[in-house]
Each structure stands twice: as structure tokens, then as C-alpha cells.
């Protein structure tokens, strides 16, 4: 009855979206049904809500190509789907990689197009079975304090079945012996269910379960119900790299092989993908019944190329560079302003006293160059390397009128770099440069290293490295984050304003917050424009937002919320000034080739595109602002959500593109905006590190890079 009235060309997005080709004989109609499962019975009422043309059913389409991923047999891992039958094996690191895709259906200024975009999975070959294993054999005295740092909140994936779950607990009392009630009522073991489901034994039946929490809604309420479900380590195999797999260069390097592939790749890939549901029945089935065809090509697209950014140094120093790169400029000239080091400590154990030595001596060679007087720091060796041992020296001592600490550390550890950032960001007020020695350890590169420290101190201490051109005075340009914190509910959100005309100095604030978009941002830029007039005299008349980590879902609230506030403050301060706000969306999959004879390549620094591919509803465009050497570049989003200064769209994007030369941990241009890149850092050091609002005599220098 059901199939005669609906047909058989349906589309039901599993919540209370059904899509049919053809009107129902009614407006409401019901369906008596009998559920699969327990055989119970059930009313299934459909309801006419909307006759859509075709060219407005974006959601339909989304769900189209969610069924086809399905119908090409690749898994679904977050909102990606991989093929798990084509991986690439690296066996010397126990990895492989999945090759998969990203697919959105979206309208843009051409019409309804397609966004693909080839992706990549790094899967562990081991799986959590061997973990627990592991670290059964190194301590098993801890092995449930271990596993629980090491597993919970990981995804997996099971390959019986291709779906992959969040680990939320780990039941040590639970085994696969136990039974559990299945949808027909009986009673069963994750033993004999494993076997007669999907024709697999488990070797070890006194293995713990894993569990995985999954809310959910239910037909008929809007609230959500947890469902809870249960897993065998020995099933489950771990996706993603581990922190010190992604410290090691070796492994990195070994993945980057399948990882970073180049624009011809890409687009090879991107075929193949067509190919395979021209070659799959069920695939190609799901488009036909909806009388619908991929083209098989990309959009040709008019770009336009800014000219090369002129570099400013000190001693009136102009260079230009076509290649976005002034890495060699930059220890050959002297820096824009330069802070003379005359009184810092250098900390270090007895193991690294070589290390610590030549790095002074070698700090106090490179300084004149650079334009900065460097005298001899005081040396402390500590004892040991303890966390306590540090923080204890630490408040034994007196530091009236020590511009730095340089702590040269044996090894990399969190706690310890916490203690230090949080005694010297909150108590003391004085920044700090920590420093692993193995960094110190090549002598071929350890000059070119140490001038690389030598010059983020320098922007510590209030000094700056290098500028642009900025024809505008006047202007405040302020950055915004926020860093979220696995382990707390309270985000950190940092606000980064510049406070002189060349956008080379900048005042930073964090505040906690509970959400991604702020409410305490009024608070924020009050404290940026009370500082802005502080230091120039007058409040600046144009000022330019940019606004990082805000998708797409969130661009109207957003425009809505947090311009509110800025609006409110300068109502407060009875100012007439204008604002921008630009949404920065650095996490996309759109992608930009440049045609390079029969090839193609990466598209140039300073490449604009704001046609043909920008949102029909918003004033946006994208910017390639970095050089890519390996890979394919990936392009930044850039969305114009509030602009009460009618700024013309070459303005604001030729604004995007000199900021992004200006993040002085990087002698080179970077893909977002350097005060977006500012405050990540901050957001990121107070949120994982400080956890608690750093000193105020901090808030003018870039004590966080």
C-alpha cells in the first residue's frame, strides 16, 4: 500500500524529511505499518509541507549524495566518507591511510553546483586490544588511570561494519561473555552475536567493553534520548595520530607522501570519483531517478593576482619579493623597532650547560646585526629538571627590572612549560622563552635558530620586525578566537587590536566565556579602543574586525549578536566611527588550480576570486595569500558580515592580504590575517596552558608567540 502511493522513488533524510518526485493524492495521508524489529505496530502519518522547484532542494541533494557514498561502499568517518578498500599501507609506523572524499551541494553566484574535495584518514593499524595490552606490560599497576588518558574521547572504527564510535568509558568489568537483549527480545552474548551477525570469533572473551554514548531523537519528541552502545577492543581499530607521532618528523614525512597531494593529483582523484559512480549501478541509479547528471568538469573561474607587498625594515630598509618569502631579508637587514637586551636570565640543568653557554655567547654576536644591543644574561643552573624544582627557584628570586627568562628545558613536557607560562604570565608579568635543547643540538643550523629566538624575544619585549605599506591612518584592526578546552566547559575567547598606524603594535585581551560566540566582546573592544586612544590621542574612525572560527551555520547570528555589541560600545561612547566585521573561514574544502600549460599548480599569493563560487547572499570572496610549495594551497574565506563604513571590496580585500604578512613568527605571508593568527596563540597559551587571565602589564606586547 505504502509503496503504490509513494512510489518507489523516494528520499527520507532519517528525520522527519521525506522527498517525493510527485504530489499525494491528499495533503495528509496515513499508512498502518509494522515495524521490522519487535513486529509491533504502528501509524505513519505524511503530511504535504512545500512543493519545491529542483534548484532549491539543496538539502536533497545533500542527502543524495550521502545514499551514493553509501551505494560506492565508503564509511563514514565525521562528516567525510573513505574508502576502506583502497588504503595505502605504511607499515614501519603501524598506519595506513584512507583515501575519501568531501562532498556539499550549495547555491553560489553560478547556479547550484557541487563542492568535491578529496580527503584523507590516518587509520591506526593496531587496534585498541593491542593498546591495552601495551600498557598492561609497561605498568600494570596504572593500566586503568593509562587507558583512560589514552583512549576516552577517541574515535575508532569497525571495520565489520565500517562505522566509527567515540570511546566514552571503558567498562573493566564487562566482558564479551555477557549478554545483552536483542531486538527480538532474547537474551545474547557479544560472543555468539559477533559470530552469527557477521561470522567473526573473539579470541579474548575476558577483554573489557568499550562504550560509546550516542543522543539521539526520537520520533515524536523533540528531546533527545541516550543510547548507549557496547564494543570489543579487539574489533575497534584507532583513527588519527597520537601527539608524539605528530612531533615525530619521520612519521609525518612518511604520511605527508599520501597526505599532501598536488593539484594534478587532486584533480585525478576527483575524476576517479566520477568514474566510479558512472561504473557503479546503484550509484548512478540514485542520480537517474532523480533525472539528475554530474558534469564532468570543474568551474573555469577569472581570478585576479594583487601585486607583491613591499617589506619594510629598520634603517629604511624596502624590499620586495614576489615569492611571499623574505626568510633571507630578514637576517641580513635590521628590524623595524628593536628593544635592547639588558637584563635577562638564562635557566638550565647541568646536561644542557654547553647548550646554555653557547647560546648566550652566541645571542650576544647576533644582536648588533639585528640592531639590538644584547649584554651577557645572568646564568642559573637548576638542579634538576622537576616541575616543583623550577617553580620554587622561580619565587626565590627577585626579578626587579629583568626584561626576559629563557628557560632551556631537556625535554618537552606540558606540566612543566604550563607552571612556568602560568608563574610568568599571571604572578610575575614577565615573559618567558622556553627552549628544548634538542633544538640547540645541530651546530650547522644552530645560528640561524638562535636568530630566529633572538627575534620573537624581541617582539616579546614591545619591539616589531617588519611592516607593509598601510595607506590608511587611523584605523584599528582587531583579531578574534577562541580556543575550546576538551577537558572544561569555559572556551577562552582572545581579542587582538593593533594600536599604531602601521599595524606593527597590538593590544591583547582574554576573556572565559561559555560559547564559541562571545558575549563579553563589548567588555573586550572597550579596554582595545580605551588603550587605541591612550596611545595616539583621539579614538580611531575606522575599525576592521576579523573574525575567525564561525561557520557557516553561525554567519547570522554572528552578524546579529556580536556586531550588537560593537555598536553598543561605540553608542557608549558617543562615536561616530565605522565598522567592518569579517567572518575568517579558514577550514574549507573549496580548492584553487591554476592552469600552467596542459597542467595545473597553485595559485599565486595574492590570488582573489569573488565571483561565480561566492554565496549569492553574502558579500564574500577568497584570498591565497600563502606560497605552497608541497600539496595543494588551500584558499581563505572571507565573509563581509557587517560593513557600516561602505569600504569598496578591492579595500577590504587588499586590507586581508597586507595583514597577512604581518605574523612576525613567520618571515613569510601566512593564510589568515596576522591578528586572527595572534589570537589563536593567546586563546590557545591561556586556555590550555595559563588557565587564567594573564597580567595586565602583559596585554601591549606579543608575549604569546
Not at 563604513?645 to 577590504?652: F, M, N, R, S
Request: proline share 4%.
Amino acid at each position: 500500500m505504502i509503496h503504490t502511493h509513494l512510489g518507489s522513488v523516494r528520499m527520507y533524510d532519517g528525520g522527519s524529511c521525506l522527498y517525493l518526485p510527485k504530489r499525494l493524492e491528499k495533503p495528509k495521508m496515513e499508512y498502518s505499518c509494522v515495524h521490522p524489529h519487535d513486529n509491533s505496530e504502528f501509524v505513519m502519518i505524511v503530511t504535504f509541507i512545500k512543493q519545491k522547484k529542483l534548484g532549491e532542494c539543496l538539502h536533497l541533494f545533500n542527502v543524495l549524495f550521502k545514499k551514493i557514498m553509501r551505494a560506492l561502499l565508503y564509511s563514514q568517518i565525521g562528516r567525510n566518507y573513505f574508502d576502506p578498500h583502497h588504503t595505502h599501507m605504511i607499515p614501519q609506523h603501524r598506519l595506513e591511510v584512507l583515501p575519501g572524499y568531501a562532498v556539499a551541494v550549495d547555491e553560489y553566484e553560478g547556479g547550484v553546483m557541487i563542492c568535491l574535495d578529496t580527503q584523507h584518514r590516518v587509520m591506526r593499524t593496531q587496534n585498541v586490544y593491542d593498546v591495552l595490552i601495551d600498557l598492561q606490560s609497561m605498568a600494570k599497576e596504572r593500566v586503568k588511570e593509562n587507558a583512560g588518558k589514552a583512549l576516552l574521547g577517541t574515535t575508532v572504527l569497525t571495520r565489520y561494519n565500517n562505522k566509527n564510535y567515540r570511546i566514552d568509558d571503558i567498562l573493566w568489568n564487562n566482558n564479551p561473555e555477557q549478554t545483552f537483549q536483542a531486538h527480538d527480545g532474547r537474551e545474547i552474548s557479544y560472543v555468539q552475536y559477533y559470530k552469527t551477525q557477521y561470522g567473526i570469533d573473539i579470541k579474548d572473551t575476558k577483554q573489557p567493553l568499550l562504550l560509546n554514548r550516542q543522543s539521539k531523537k526520537v520520533s515524536g519528541s523533540a528531546e533527545k534520548v541516550d543510547r548507549m552502545i557496547c564494543l570489543i577492543p579487539e574489533l575497534c581499530y584507532l583513527t588519527g595520530l597520537t601527539d608524539e607521532m605528530r612531533s615525530d618528523f619521520k612519521v609525518m614525512k612518511d604520511v605527508a607522501m599520501y597526505t599532501r597531494v598536488t593539484p594534478n593529483q587532486r584533480m585525478c582523484a576527483l575524476k576517479n570519483y566520477l568514474n566510479n559512480i558512472e561504473k557503479t549501478p546503484k550509484a548512478k541509479e540514485v542520480l537517474n531517478d532523480w533525472g539528475l547528471k554530474l558534469e564532468n568538469a570543474t568551474v573555469d573561474l577569472l581570478a585576479r593576482v594583487l601585486d607583491p607587498e613591499t617589506i619594510l625594515f629598520g634603517n629604511g630598509v624596502r624590499s620586495q619579493l614576489d615569492k611571499a618569502d623574505w626568510n633571507a631579508a630578514i637576517t641580513k637587514n635590521a628590524v623595524l623597532s628593536p628593544v635592547d637586551l639588558k637584563s635577562w636570565y638564562v635557566f638550565y640543568t647541568a646536561r644542557d650547560e654547553k647548550y646554555a653557554t653557547d647560546f648566550a655567547q652566541t645571542m650576544t654576536r647576533i644582536g648588533n646585526p639585528m640592531g639590538m644591543s644584547i649584554d651577557k644574561p645572568r646564568m642559573y643552573k637548576m638542579r634538576d629538571d622537576r616541575t616543583e624544582t623550577y617553580l620554587n627557584t622561580l619565587r626565590n628570586m627577585s626579578f626587579e627590572d629583568v626584561q626576559i627568562l629563557v628557560f632551556i628545558c631537556p625535554t618537552s613536557r606540558d606540566d612543566r612549560y604550563s607552571a612556568i607560562k602560568r608563574f610568568s604570565c599571571s604572578e610575575t608579568a614577565i615573559p618567558t622563552q622556553v627552549i628544548n635543547s634538542r633544538t640547540l643540538s645541530n651546530p650547522q643550523k644552530v645560528r640561524s635558530i638562535i636568530q630566529k629566538i633572538a627575534l620573537q624575544m624581541n617582539c616579546k619585549l614591545g619591539g616589531s620586525l617588519w611592516s607593509v605599506p598601510i595607506p590608511v591612518t587611523k584605523w584599528m584592526v582587531c583579531g578574534i578566537d577562541v580556543y575550546h578546552s576538551p577537558s572544561s566547559k569555559q572556551s577562552v575567547c582572545a581579542f587582538v587590536s593593533s594600536l599604531n598606524d602601521n599595524m606593527t603594535r597590538w593590544y591583547s585581551t582574554a576573556i572565559f566565556q561559555d560559547q564559541e560566540l562571545g558575549d563579553y566582546l563589548k567588555m573586550a573592544f572597550a579596554k582595545s579602543l580605551e588603550k587605541f586612544r591612550e596611545i595616539n590621542g583621539n579614538f580611531p574612525t575606522t575599525i576592521v574586525v576579523f573574525r575567525d572560527g564561525v561557520g557557516d551555520g553561525q554567519l547570522k547570528q554572528c552578524q546579529q549578536h556580536e556586531v550588537a555589541q560593537f555598536e553598543r560600545c561605540l553608542k557608549d561612547y558617543h562615536l561616530d566611527s565605522k565598522i567592518v566585521v569579517v567572518v575568517v573561514q579558514k577550514r574549507i574544502n573549496t580548492r584553487l588550480f591554476m592552469v600552467k600549460g596542459r597542467d595545473l599548480d597553485n595559485p599565486l599569493p595574492g590570488t582573489i576570486i569573488d565571483n561565480k563560487i561566492t554565496r549569492h547572499n553574502w558579500y564574500d570572496f577568497f584570498l591565497v595569500a600563502q606560497q605552497v610549495r608541497q600539496g595543494t594551497v588551500t584558499p581563505t574565506h572571507y565573509v563581509v558580515v557587517h560593513d557600516s563604513g561602505k569600504l569598496k571590496p578591492d579595500h577590504v580585500q587588499r586590507l586581508a592580504f597586507k595583514l597577512c604578512h604581518l605574523y612576525y613568527n613567520w618571515p613569510g605571508t601566512i593564510r589568515v590575517p596576522a591578528p586572527c593568527q595572534y589570537a589563536h596563540k593567546l586563546a590557545y597559551l591561556v586556555g590550555q596552558h595559563i588557565r587564567k587571565e594573564p597580567s595586565a602589564a602583559l596585554c601591549d606586547r606579543l608575549f604569546y608567540l
